[in-house]
């Protein structure tokens, strides 16, 4: 085989890790000597905070303002994205030594690519996880501008913040007040940007995994073609793709639970929020983070399908292959990897459901039944309100 090599380290997700450096959760590559780490330590440190005081601020405002079911709706869905950022910020800081391992294993052998051909199957996916990162962080942060825009636009003439809160202090007067309005904003954007990071970070060492899959599938094809069978290596290679998937699940199983459950219960929030606003700019508003909730669940189950049918594949790929030609041994090994593929690869969240198609439909068709029964109950309302001439 004809060996790729390289003079620079392959950079494996980077535009994620970018971001991830962004929100303090990722150090940069410059940043080796003494002064620079606790710098950077303390920039950390503050996007914690601000974040965390953000949420805790949505938590007070539900325990102590909220009366009514609109301000409960309106209070909730954003209460409900700080707490997932919440979350994902420790998963991110807890297991940043586990990422770095996995993307070391996708640089080193038996994952790194041999020849032209197994290199243009990486870079095939390198690209599909690249556009993923870029469309979506296009689509949160145009969310996002269209949050501050429509809150500049009418909430800051009026001295009122971007959301709902309770703050320690009365905020009525000038400074404080631009100090809790920058605040809310830097916690959107920071909230917004880890929520990205984390989606796609996740997404990508998926992605990974279906790539390694197919370059599995690539050496066994070529496997009969070789002078020297060493079939050894293949189920070596098979059983490292198991490790690695079961490593991903493992750090990321407890997130895709909390991902599942914060986005199915937030589309409910804004479907009902939606059956009660005119079309104006924050219909807009609602209709775009909507889909940005959307976009997470369906990313996590598509790629969580896509490496469960690239696990099954495995098995055509060997029936496919000439038996004649291999010995005995490696007949038995070839069996060997075929029953173990025969139990497909599934990502679960929290060990409830399988993070697959078929779970997001699921969740789409409990949103749909959700909203068509708030519709029923807001037009029964409105009619029992007009027969009664209230």
Request: hydrophobic content about 40%; some cysteine.
């Amino acid at each position: 085989m004809t060996m790729i090599r390289s003079e620079q380290e392959v950079h494996i997700l980077q535009p994620a890790f970018n971001i991830l450096t962004i929100c303090g959760c990722w150090k940069p590559r410059n940043c080796h000597n003494r002064p620079r780490k606790v710098a950077y330590v303390f920039y950390t440190s503050f996007v914690c905070l601000a974040l965390y005081s953000f949420c805790i601020s949505q938590f007070l405002n539900l325990i102590i303002n909220v009366r009514t079911a609109d301000d409960l709706s309106e209070s909730l869905y954003m209460f409900i994205a700080s707490v997932l950022a919440c979350c994902k910020i420790v998963t991110l800081l807890i297991n940043r030594n586990a990422i770095k391992v996995l993307v070391k294993r996708l640089q080193e052998e038996p994952s790194k690519p041999r020849n032209c051909e197994e290199k243009s199957i990486q870079d095939k996916f390198d690209k599909n996880i690249g556009s993923i990162t870029i469309y979506y962080t296009i689509l949160v942060e145009i969310t996002v501008v269209c949050m501050i825009l429509s809150s500049l636009y009418s909430d800051f003439k009026d001295r009122k913040l971007l959301y709902r809160a309770w703050l320690p202090f009365n905020y009525s007067i000038s400074k404080l007040y631009y100090m809790a309005y920058v605040h809310q904003i830097t916690s959107l954007v920071g909230t917004s940007l880890l929520n990205v990071a984390c989606d796609v970070i996740f997404c990508g060492l998926v992605v990974y995994g279906c790539s390694q899959h197919e370059i599995l599938k690539c050496r066994l094809k070529g496997l009969t073609k070789e002078s020297n069978v060493n079939i050894g290596k293949i189920v070596h290679f098979h059983d490292h793709l198991y490790g690695y998937t079961s490593m991903v699940q493992e750090k990321f199983q407890i997130i895709m639970g909390i991902q599942l459950a914060s986005s199915t219960l937030v589309v409910c929030f804004i479907l009902y929020k939606l059956t009660n606003t005119p079309m104006n700019s924050t219909y807009l508003q609602f209709v775009l983070y909507m889909a940005c909730m959307m976009s997470q669940i369906y990313f996590y189950c598509w790629y969580g399908n896509e490496l469960k049918l690239k696990s099954v594949e495995v098995v055509d790929t060997i029936s496919e292959m000439d038996w004649m030609s291999l010995d005995n041994k490696s007949q038995k090994d070839l069996i060997h990897i075929m029953r173990r593929a025969l139990n497909p690869i599934e990502l679960s969240c929290a060990y409830i459901y399988t993070m697959d198609l078929g779970t997001f439909m699921s969740v789409s068709k409990k949103n749909y039944y959700i909203f068509a029964n708030i519709l029923y109950i807001q037009i029964f309302t409105d009619t029992e309100n007009v027969l009664l001439g209230v």
